[in-house]
């Protein structure tokens, strides 16, 4: 499961089609945010600088709809110009479990071989990856991410960087309460292969820190996964069979889309 992985902060990331998904951020971003008062939930709000090689001036990102973003210095060595907002950044580690606590029904966990084999009035397909046998779909492809995680060193913990000026050299900077996370990269990797870690990629994720001047702790692990990304997301019903749901593709921002793609499936499932 991907999400244990992710950084996992509020940013569309490579995921479509911008105005559903702009549209679902922004909602998801409105309840992260009203969890922030809930420290048990792991989520925290982090001032954004996401560092784009636009020259100042340059009007609003396509993601940034109601959210405040100011084009500014970013406070790190060089200062390029960055985009500047305040977005909510969840751990995934305490997160996943304290939703887990909250359903009314416990989960049941096994493969599922056939969507229309399971049973009930509603079946709600959120397989990731998985999707592309479930549901056929080849649209649907794996895209490697790494991340590392370190302790907290000199760096402000109130703040995350993203740096997206080389896509071949991405770089993000993501505090935690207790470590940071530092990326990454996003590569297309062949279905089925597990994701593994490159100690170069690690080098170089390093170095940018360094380079940036973000003085971050001793590396505590290294991890890689999969984003399950796909050109846009499959939130529809099934056209064969009406009881399922699909709700997967969520590339880089399933957390960032959550609330809103369930908000929409749970719309789809009421009765009219
Ligand atoms: C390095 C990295 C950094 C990331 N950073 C961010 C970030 O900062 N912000 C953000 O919003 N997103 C981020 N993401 C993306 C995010 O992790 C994913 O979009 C999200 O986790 C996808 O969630 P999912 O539930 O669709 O898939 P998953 O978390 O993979 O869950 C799918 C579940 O379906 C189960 N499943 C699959 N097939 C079957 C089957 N046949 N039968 C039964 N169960 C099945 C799996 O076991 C799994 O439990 C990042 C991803 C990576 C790799």
């Known amino acids: 499961m991907v999400s244990w992985v992710a950084g996992a902060v509020w940013f569309p990331y490579r995921a479509g089609p911008p105005a559903r998904v702009a549209a679902w951020a922004a909602r998801t971003r409105t309840w992260l945010a009203s969890l922030a008062a809930a420290p048990e939930a792991g989520v925290d709000l982090v001032t954004d600088y996401e560092i784009t090689g636009e020259p100042a001036g340059a009007p609003a990102p396509w993601w940034a709809a109601d959210l405040e ?112 996370v530092l990326g990454g990269c996003s590569l297309p990797w062949p279905p089925g292969a597990p994701p593994e870690v490159d100690p170069a990629r690690t080098a170089r994720i390093l170095e940018q820190a360094r380079a940036l001047g973000l003085a971050v702790g001793p590396v505590r692990h290294a991890r890689a996964g999969l984003r399950p990304y796909r050109p846009e997301v499959r939130l529809e019903r099934d056209a064969r069979d009406p009881r399922v749901i699909h709700n997967y593709g969520h590339g880089g921002a399933g957390f960032t889309l959550c609330r809103g793609c369930a908000e929409e499936v749970a719309y789809l499932m009421t009765p009219r």
Not at 74 to 81: D, K, N, S, Y
Not at 135 to 161: H, K, M, S
Not at 168 to 173: C, I, K, M, R, V
């Open 69 to 180: 973003v100011a084009r500014v210095p970013a406070p790190v060595t060089g200062a390029p110009l960055a985009w500047r907002f305040r977005a909510p950044r969840v751990e995934p580690a305490r997160f996943l479990p304290w939703l887990a606590a909250r359903l009314r029904a416990p989960i049941e966990r096994r493969p599922v071989v056939e969507l229309a084999a399971e049973p009930g009035d509603a079946v709600v397909h959120c397989a990731g990856l998985g999707a592309r046998e479930l549901a056929a779909d080849e649209q649907l492809v794996p895209l490697l991410g790494q991340v590392l995680i370190t302790g907290c060193g000199e760096v402000d913990r109130a703040v995350a960087f993203t740096d997206e000026r080389d896509p071949d050299a991405l770089f993000y900077l993501i505090p935690r309460r207790d470590e940071l």
